[in-house]
């Protein structure tokens, strides 16, 4: 949703808070009907209520309290976000990308070359750069369905599926040939070189001590703290102490040279005395800072951006779109490039941060682009709720284990849950009836997710 | 007298909305009663409860004396009462026969075995619709498809449909919304003679020349009151109007003798095809010029969506010039178009000319979202866009409940004033509206001819396409008539009549058919 | 969004809160021990190694009174995380499965050098010999490795008996040491029954390649070789398909591939089988009577940890003196009065 601020009021604050709540509400109630469903089924499945306490402690303990559980939990969200977000760029702009899984291995083995290839570069150049390859091998495999559908009006479903067959046997075949760690008796590439790993948690102190990376650290927040100043200057109460254009802009790149700074001289020694992400954390990687800034990204191009505006429209109403005056071919070509892009990113980050080898090996990815799908669903495509929706899965597929060790129920019972909340989100109406909500006319128009079926 | 049906103290609350309060209704024996009111007046929510789609709060309903609930659809139709709905609920792939039996097996088969089998005994049914469509007039052939009948001829099977269930009291929902005005004309003939053979028929339009057409009695709702009833023999348009709007109405437009300038709009010999590789327009020559409204009549679907397509680009012609202001725009891309000084009022302003799940500021800059002040780069500057919508919900009088409130929540009064808005704010040349006014109230079409010809009076050239007579009488300073994709004659709109145009729309020229 | 669901919402969570605060706090451990087995991607019902290791976790948890649990690893990025699991609830003994899990093996026996880990089919040796060695802290790792030349051998032993060319070949995977293991014993073993046998065999630089193992099976074949040993995963696999397309003999490795490549089962005359079960097993002895050693167990013909699979179609094709040489020459390896000519 976009939202276009007038001056903020104490009163607007209160319509934002409640509009928020009143977005979450839908998908908590269907959370929890999902749980207390699932909760009927293991009492039936196993016989006793218990089974469905046990296993629901051994979840929540899993996926939050136990040693590394919170970790664990974020380390399968980091993914999540990134392939999720592809997911929902593509609904915006009205496009099903099916191919997120297939983008992803693509993005994965593209990270994992480039990030062999150099062995002497500083972190510096070559981080952004197999970030950035990754994002251009996913967005090439995304973009070839959309100019197929943009060109022929081939369905994008069709060809993003196809899309991903042919990703697992390329990836396949360079994994087990052209990159292939001849040394391993796995079936891996080679490892990357330690200039394009995503940095674990808990070294980031010792990588902090090279000044270089420091360096790196300190352009990168004081880039995030322009973008922020800027988004600051331009909320009412401060712009009004900020009344010409020039002050507005040497208030923003004051705080972007301020944060920069400090943050160089100061990140190493305060990391290395005080630095919550112990060893406890040790799987955890900079990749999560990475996803939380996709998501704000998303969120400001699609909102924010002619270019959003008009992929918005055309997913909205092609027509409309058609008689604005917008190019709905490249449109659709760049929705998918950049859907592509974000789920190549994904690969990337399992490749670079979380791959034992550092490296790709053979079976790699487990459906994280098909269970994106249902994130991206029960976020309801909007690029803020995929944080929470993702954590949400990553949370149940880590605690699931804990919960099948200590209550001998099934892993599968979590599939089943979220295919339950999904089922909830997906069919509003369920919901209504079970809470006797009487459907308001208006919101019977919902905003169509997938226009991309049946056109 | 008794009452074929007969409705007291109807209240329905929505949250926020009294939508029908304390509403009376009744609907003789024979009659043809007409419902007038603006949309959000309350009739389509009364329709809905004597139908069974809703369940009033309060208050009572009587069919033939005799109190009764209404449960369902379902319910009504085993009580007599059809409804043809202002979309028609057909399966366009199947044929009159299969649509109007669809749905007909329950009756049969809770009672007899062997009833599942009786249904599917097509020619039974074919016989009897076309007994039905015999005895009121209907011309319905039982065995064409649906998908390739017009739109009137659906219409029609729908009528059958509502016959063939043994409806007693039939309710049209605005049926003219979608039918030519010669089309219209065939209704009306159809409603009267289902009515002498006693049929109780409910007509729902908000065009005040139908209610004086067709219908014994009109009974007019505003604000969810039934404010009265009157007899239309004593009534006159400029009375059933302020009944309905609540305040005088001025039903005719005063407008300055047009003072035309250069031309602003050539085509020469235009040639559109449409997807099937069909010419629709064929042929096509015409001018429009600064400060002057040129007029199409006709029929609808004679060309005139296709002709209005190629003018904006959203439709590549085969052959022919179109030049706007000198610039050769026959294959320019609707952008390059609006950038040479077009606005564009289209027909669907659903399909083209709004985004219903996009609040009232963006469709406000649906055209200029990229331009400045409202972007700068790629970003856009949402108080501009504010600013914007805030000025245009106040110059135009839309009615909203603030600039974020989603289009598609609106009236259709108020959406196409969202478009008129859009389109008029700016500096225009060329004025392109098509059907402006269809299936809105009194109170919105006058708003939007007034706007129409303040455009023209700025200096602005307008083409104005619609199929309403009434409409490009009232507002045309040229009338060129369509008809199957040629336009016959341009006349003067001073000098002419409803009956030489009507002849012309009909596709006879000089008394011979082309 | 009505009052109403955010009462529902509300009532929900207060019984989840009650719920989890009177659940039953997860039954103190009781002296009982615990063994945990993480499979690699195939899972736990994959009629290989997972399987054969849960088997011999299981019969041995059951013999020494453990608790035995296991946990399928969805991804090879998951095997950190999901020894963690095992190690976080305080297991005494973890066994991870196969080759892949090598490194999250040993980094987590460095973190948790309280649990006994064994792993299967894998040894931590420096990549090339004057290497240093990375793994030379784990203290705390036994590595289940199997004397692939003796169960070669056996194999050997089969295939010239059965042989009637006098020609008996090995369609193999990468050249690595448990695969030239197999093959030397193999043709040793092929020598032992039928001292003019003639051997071929080729190293396919691939363990995914079928197509090739046929092209090179295809090969042997009009070379006159008429028994086949398959050395290689998937590759060796298609070698057998070339074989049985042919009617002709072949046999199978690792496990009894007339369960797990039921495609071949008609032409398999047995597997040289590594007895995954009996492995885990021993490793897990060692562990509850406290002589559990870092560094390699051995499976070999002695303890049981390999030896041909059962002959099942073939039975009765195989001719007594054919069987009798096999039981020879196994009690002659484990006494130690033969060897398989393998030297490392």
């Given at each position: ?77 980091i993914p999540y976000v990134f392939a999720s977000l592809a997911v929902a760029f593509g609904f915006k702009a009205g496009l099903f990308n099916v191919g997120v899984e297939g983008q992803f291995y693509i993005g994965a083995v593209t990270a994992a070359a480039v ?13 952004p750069l197999v970030i950035a390859a990754a994002a251009l091998g996913g967005a090439v495999w995304g973009a070839i369905p959309g100019f197929l559908k943009a060109k022929t009006?081939a369905h994008e479903v069709i060809n993003t599926i196809m899309m991903n067959y042919v990703a697992y046997r390329l990836v396949?075949?360079l ?112 990749g999560?800072?990475l996803a939380?800034a996709a998501a704000?990204f998303m969120y400001?191009l699609l909102?924010?951006t002619?270019i959003g505006?008009e992929l918005r429209?055309v997913g ?12 709905i071919g490249r449109s659709i070509v760049l929705a998918m490039s950049v859907s592509g892009a974000l789920a190549g990113i994904a690969g990337a980050t399992e490749v670079l ?7 790709l090996?053979?079976?790699f990815s487990?459906g994280y682009g098909f269970d994106s799908i249902a994130i991206a669903l029960?976020?309801?495509g909007?690029a803020?709720?995929i944080?929470?929706?993702s ?58 997710l997938t226009r991309g079926?049946?056109? | ?514 | ?344």
């Open positions: 949703m976009s939202s276009t601020t007038t001056t903020p009021t104490r009163t607007h604050y209160r319509a934002v808070i409640l509009k928020m709540l009143d977005a979450l509400s839908m998908p908590l109630v269907a959370i929890l009907f999902a749980f207390a469903l699932g909760a009927v089924i293991i009492t039936i499945t196993s016989g006793s209520l218990s089974a469905a306490l046990v296993a629901y402690v051994g979840l929540i303990e899993g996926a939050f309290i136990k040693t590394r559980g919170m970790s664990e939990s974020l380390v399968a969200a990030g062999a290839a150099f062995s002497d570069l500083p972190a510096i150049i070559h981080l009006g396949e075949y994994v087990s040939n052209v990159l292939r760690d001849r040394v391993s008796s796995a079936v891996q590439t080679i490892r990357v070189a330690p200039s394009a790993e995503l940095w674990s948690m808990a070294s980031v102190p010792d990588r902090l001590a090279d000044p270089l990376n420091a360096l790196f650290v300190a352009l990168l927040i004081a880039l995030a703290a322009f973008f922020f100043a800027r988004t600051l200057a331009k909320t009412a109460r401060i712009s009004a102490s900020l009344n010409t254009p020039r002050s507005a802009r040497l208030f923003t790149v004051g705080i972007a040279l301020a944060s920069g700074v400090l943050s160089f001289l100061l990140l190493p020694p305060l990391t290395r005395a005080l630095w919550i992400w112990t060893d406890k954390f040790d799987r955890l990687h900079i999560l800072f939380l704000v400001w909102n924010k002619t505006f429209t909205a109403n092609p027509s409309a779109a058609q008689y604005a005056g917008i190019n941060g979380v791959s034992t080898c550092r490296c090996p053979l079976f487990a029960l976020a309801r909007d803020l709720g944080l929470p929706a954590f949400l899965f990553g949370a149940l597929r880590n605690g699931a284990d804990l919960m099948e060790l200590r209550s001998g129920v099934s892993k599968h019972v979590i599939s089943l849950i979220q295919a339950l909340v999904l089922l909830f989100v997906a069919a509003p109406a369920i919901v209504r009836y079970l809470t006797r909500q009487k459907v308001k006319p208006a919101e019977v128009a919902e905003a169509p079926w049946g056109r | 007298m008794t009452f074929a049906l007969e409705a007291n103290g109807i209240t329905k609350k929505f949250p926020g909305v009294l939508a029908n309060d304390n509403v009376q209704f009744d609907l003789q024996r024979g009659e043809i009663h007409g419902l007038l009111g603006e949309n959000g007046a309350g009739k389509t929510t009364l329709m809905n409860i004597l139908y069974g789609l809703y369940q009033p709060d309060a208050g009572e309903i009587f069919l033939n004396a005799q109190s009764t609930q209404i449960t369902s659809p379902h319910d009504a139709i085993a009580q007599g009462i059809g409804m043809v709905h202002q979309h028609f609920m057909l399966v366009p792939p199947l044929t009159v026969t299969e649509n109007i039996i669809l749905g007909q097996e329950s009756l049969y088969s809770s009672t007899k075995f062997l009833g599942r089998l009786a249904v599917l005994d097509r020619k039974s049914a074919a016989a009897r619709i076309r007994e039905l469509s015999h005895q009121y007039g209907l011309d319905i052939d039982p065995d064409a498809t649906v998908k390739d009948l017009p739109v009137g001829a659906q219409q029609r099977v729908e009528i059958v449909k509502a016959l063939y269930r043994d409806a007693d009291i039939l309710i049209l929902d605005e049926p003219t919304a979608v039918l030519t005005p010669q089309e219209a004309d065939d209704l009306f003939g159809i409603m009267k003679s289902m009515a002498q053979q006693g049929h109780s028929l409910i007509f729902i339009t908000h065009k005040l020349r139908e209610m004086f057409a067709v219908t014994d009695r009109v009974s007019v709702m505003r604000n969810g009151k039934m404010v009265g009833t009157v007899a239309p023999k004593e009534a006159t348009s400029e009375m059933l109007a302020e009944m309905m709007v609540g305040r005088k109405v001025i039903l005719q437009i005063d407008k300055s003798a047009a003072h035309p300038g250069g031309t602003i709009l050539q085509v020469e010999n235009l040639r559109v095809e449409d997807d099937r590789r069909t010419a629709m327009v064929d042929e096509v020559s015409f001018h429009v010029r600064a400060g002057e409204i040129l007029g199409i009549a006709g029929v609808q679907g004679n060309g005139q969506r296709e002709l209005v397509e190629a003018l904006t680009g959203l439709r590549a012609p085969v052959a022919g010039k179109v030049s706007v202001l000198e610039h050769d725009v026959t294959h320019k891309p609707p952008r390059a178009v609006i950038e040479y000084g077009v606005a564009h009022v289209p027909e669907d302003r659903h399909k083209h000319g709004l985004v219903l799940t996009f609040p009232v500021a963006d469709n406000l800059v649906l055209c200029t979202y990229y331009q400045s002040p409202f972007a700068r780069g790629i970003e856009i500057d949402a108080a501009q866009v504010e600013r914007e919508a805030e000025k245009l919900v106040n110059e135009f009088d839309i009615r909203t409940p603030s600039t974020r409130t989603l289009v598609g929540s609106l009236s259709g009064g108020n959406q196409q004033k969202v478009i008129v808005a859009r389109e008029l704010d700016r500096p225009v040349k060329l004025l392109i509206v098509n059907q402006p006014t269809r299936g809105l109230d009194v109170g919105s079409i006058e708003f939007i001819h007034r706007r129409i010809v303040e455009a023209r009076e700025r200096g602005t050239a307008v083409l104005l396409v619609s199929a309403e007579l009434d409409e490009i009488l009232s507002l045309a300073d040229r009338i060129a008539v369509m008809y199957k994709g040629r336009i016959l004659e341009t006349l003067d709109a001073k000098a002419a009549t409803r009956e030489q145009l009507g002849l012309l729309m009909a596709g006879v020229v000089g008394g011979k058919h082309v | 969004m009505s009052k109403r669901i955010w009462l529902i919402v509300a009532l929900l969570v207060v019984v989840a809160l009650v719920i989890g605060a009177c659940a039953p706090a997860p039954a103190p451990a009781a002296a009982k021990k615990k063994v945990g087995l993480v499979t690699d991607v195939g899972g736990v019902n994959d009629k290989s190694f997972n399987q054969s290791a849960w088997d011999g976790t299981q019969k041995a948890a059951k013999e020494f009174g453990w608790d035995a649990k296991f946990i399928e690893s969805k991804q090879p990025t998951d095997y950190e995380k999901n020894i963690d699991q095992f190690a976080t609830e305080k297991y005494d003994a973890i066994v991870t499965v196969g080759f892949l899990m090598g490194d999250a093996t040993a980094a987590k026996a460095k973190q948790y050098p309280g649990i006994k880990f064994g792993i299967v089919d894998y040894g931590y040796f420096p990549a090339k010999a004057g290497d240093p060695d990375p793994y030379v802290e784990l203290k705390n790792v036994t590595s289940l490795l199997f004397q692939e030349d003796e169960v070669g051998f056996l194999a050997g032993v089969v295939a010239g008996g059965l042989s009637k060319s006098g020609t008996v070949c090995s369609v193999s995977g990468m050249e690595i040491p448990p695969v030239v293991r197999f093959v030397v014993g193999y043709q040793n073993g092929a020598k032992y029954i039928k001292p003019a046998v003639k051997t071929l065999n080729t190293y396919i630089p691939s363990f995914t390649d079928p197509a090739k193992g046929k092209e090179v099976g295809q090969s042997m074949l009009s070379q006159g070789c008429d028994v086949v040993f398959g050395v290689g995963g998937n590759t060796g696999n298609g070698g057998l398909l070339a074989f049985k397309e042919k009617g002709l003999p072949a046999i199978g490795v690792d496990v009894d591939q007339y369960n797990t490549y039921p495609e071949v089962k008609d032409a398999l005359a047995t597997s040289a089988q590594k007895n995954v079960d009996t492995a885990v097993y021993l490793f897990l002895k060692t562990v509850s009577d406290g002589s559990v050693k870092a560094g390699i167990l051995t499976a070999n013909l002695k303890n049981g940890g390999i030896g041909l699979a059962p002959y099942h179609d073939w039975d009765a094709k195989v001719p007594a003196d054919v069987k009798a040489k096999v039981k020879e020459a196994t009690d002659a390896l484990i006494s130690g009065k033969l060897t398989t000519g393998y030297k490392p």
